[in-house]
Nanobody, 120 residues
Framework: QVQLVESGGGLVQAGGSLRLSCAASGSFFRIDVMGWYRQGPGKQRELVATFTSGGDTNYADSVKGRFTISRDNAMNTVYLQMNSLKPEDTAVYYC??????????????WGQGTQVTVAS
């Protein structure tokens, strides 16, 4: 079983910055992909950014140039630095991990979510 614990959400003014963190714990062989998704009010959950174990990153077009994802493989932690925040970035942000278990089964795990609110 894998647990993902997020932190760093909050209320910020437009143009401000926040940094989200997500730490994975539990029994597993490796984490192939860690990333962030978000779900705004009345919207479907959408990809924000991902970071593979090989170092590849992927961003939603709406956050390119403003958000930066980073990962500490040794600590099984992923971060999301969010700059130049806009009111439309307001959402619950979810950490995600695609994990290879100790018996090599694969699983997709989610954190509990952290609220980010950007005031105009």
């Amino acid at each position: 079983q894998v647990q993902l614990v997020e932190s760093g959400g909050g209320l910020v003014q437009a143009g401000g910055s926040l940094r989200l963190s997500c730490a994975a714990s539990g029994s597993f062989f490796r984490i192939d992909v860690m990333g962030w998704y978000r779900q705004g009010p009345g919207k479907q959950r959408e990809l924000v950014a991902t970071f593979t174990s090989g170092g590849d990153t992927n961003y939603a077009d709406s956050v390119k140039g403003r958000f930066t994802i980073s990962r500490d493989n040794a600590m099984n932690t992923v971060y999301l630095q969010m700059n130049s925040l806009k009111p439309e970035d307001t959402a619950v942000y979810y950490c995600n991990a695609y994990v290879v278990g100790i018996t090599f089964q694969r699983g997709n795990y989610w954190g509990q979510g952290t609220q980010v609110t950007v005031a105009s």
